[in-house]
């Protein structure tokens, strides 16, 4: 590629770009000295599972690593124990040292579902800042004022409403932008939430003589609820370690106008393919159905295999399309009547018998076609016939005697 292109194609998708130019400069700079240029990214352990939020950022790793360039994924087992506060309107609960070591293992082995180990650095925080100790943390304190602090947008709204802002909370953006310093970060990249962030390390890079990181910020990801960004807490995530037909399915449940976001922002499909697809679908040449099945079989082929994602897709299609029961479902014996309720909790429906009633409440819950509402309860089976339970859209459980043959017909899981 031209410098031009390789700056547009690391600028595909980017919402920001710090400082204007930035980008363009160290790609001549590489293309004059040869040498590589390095690429943090960091991510607090602050749960077990990365979802696809994180991996756009991830993916424009992989788009710098295609480069040539040094990719390196910090692990934040230092600032997680501070915690993140950006867009916290309270202050964040701090994990323990044993809750990041567990988190952070799954994350290297999540990370290399898109990047190229081989050609990727994992370094965890913890190694250059535990060994500031207090009088580093102290002089790296001082190269930034409370004033510049409250200028971040969580921060003075809290401080505008009386919340209380913890002084560790002040250290977080300092020790993120001195991972940089330690690093002599070339590129740092992140969500749009990063910003104010990344600006800091700036800023700190400056105060430590060394000449500043350019900044790439990549949008957030809509959630599959459509309204709020992707987070495992709000429930609206797609986990990169999902199964194939699980994720599959929840890809599926997106709106057609969110789907091409998702087209842009976690696949490769070109900007000119994308617009293409827009407009097919807006003629009625494609339909949405199969474009978002196309959408659900790249992603899905990324993070398993192809042969993964074509059984998910023909799985999909005998469950929804043609109205049967996937042949893995498990299956639970009676040996008795049953009250819903009990079994949904006992089956891992609902982690309560409070959330077992609410989804009943809501027509979530239904035996053989046939809804139930909560206080129902299940006669069991005769010999040689099966139950079918189905728990919302994807989630179903066989139920058969305990005793006797097996469910009779071709196919004892048809609905």
């Known amino acids: 590629m031209t410098l031009a292109e390789q700056a547009a194609y690391l600028a595909r998708g980017a919402a920001d770009l710090e400082p204007a130019g930035g980008l363009e400069a160290k790609l001549a ?21 990365l979802h696809l939020g994180h991996t756009v950022v991830i993916r424009k790793m992989k788009h710098f690593q295609d480069l040539g360039h040094e990719v390196w994924f910090v692990i934040g087992d230092f600032t997680g124990m501070i915690g993140d506060p950006t867009g916290r309107s309270k202050t964040r609960p701090q994990l323990t040292p044993e ?200 992603i899905v082929a990324d993070f398993h295999s192809r042969p993964a994602a074509d059984a998910a897709r023909e799985r999909f299609e005998a469950v929804f399309a043609r109205g049967g029961v996937p042949e893995d479902a498990p299956v639970r014996p009676m040996d008795g009547p049953a009250e819903v309720i009990g079994l949904l909790t006992t089956a891992g429906f609902a982690p309560s018998r409070s959330a077992a009633r609410r989804l009943l409440d809501q027509g979530g819950v239904s035996l053989d076609g046939n809804r139930l509402a909560r206080g129902a309860r299940l006669a069991p089976p005769a010999a040689g016939q099966e139950f079918v339970l189905r728990v919302g859209k994807r989630r179903f459980l066989r139920l058969r005697p305990a005793s006797g043959p097996p469910a009779s017909g071709p196919d004892a899981g048809e609905a």
């Not at 700079?29 to 599972?49: C, I, N, Q, W, Y």
């Not at 209380?164 to 002599?184: G, N, W």
């Open 29 to 49: 700079r590489h293309a004059e000295t040869g040498a590589p240029l390095r690429v943090k990214v960091g991510f607090d352990p602050s749960a077990p599972d």
């Open 99 to 298: 809750q990041i070591q567990a988190n952070a293992r799954t994350y290297r082995e999540q990370v290399f579902r898109i990047l190229d180990p081989d050609r990727t650095r994992v370094a965890f925080n913890s190694s250059w800042l535990g060994r500031l100790g207090a009088e580093g943390l102290i002089r790296l304190a001082s190269r930034y004022t409370v004033a510049r602090m409250l200028e971040r947008d969580d921060f003075s709204n809290r401080f505008r409403r009386g919340q209380p802002i913890s002084i560790h909370e002040f250290l977080y953006p300092l020790a993120q932008a001195y991972d940089s310093v330690a690093m002599k970060a070339d590129f740092e990249l992140g969500g749009t939430d990063q910003l104010f962030n990344l600006l800091v390390g700036r800023q700190i890079m400056r105060e430590y003589g060394l000449e500043p990181q350019t900044v790439l910020t990549m949008p957030l990801l809509t959630g599959l609820d459509g309204v709020e960004k992707m987070s495992k807490s709000l429930g609206n995530a797609v986990g990169v370690t999902d199964p194939p037909a699980e994720m599959f399915g929840k890809l599926m449940s997106i709106s057609d106008e969110l789907m091409f976001r998702y087209f842009e922002l976690l696949t490769d499909l070109t900007p000119a393919g994308i617009a293409d697809l827009r407009k097919r679908v807006g003629s009625g040449e494609t339909h949405p159905k199969t474009a978002k099945q196309d959408l659900a079989t790249r």
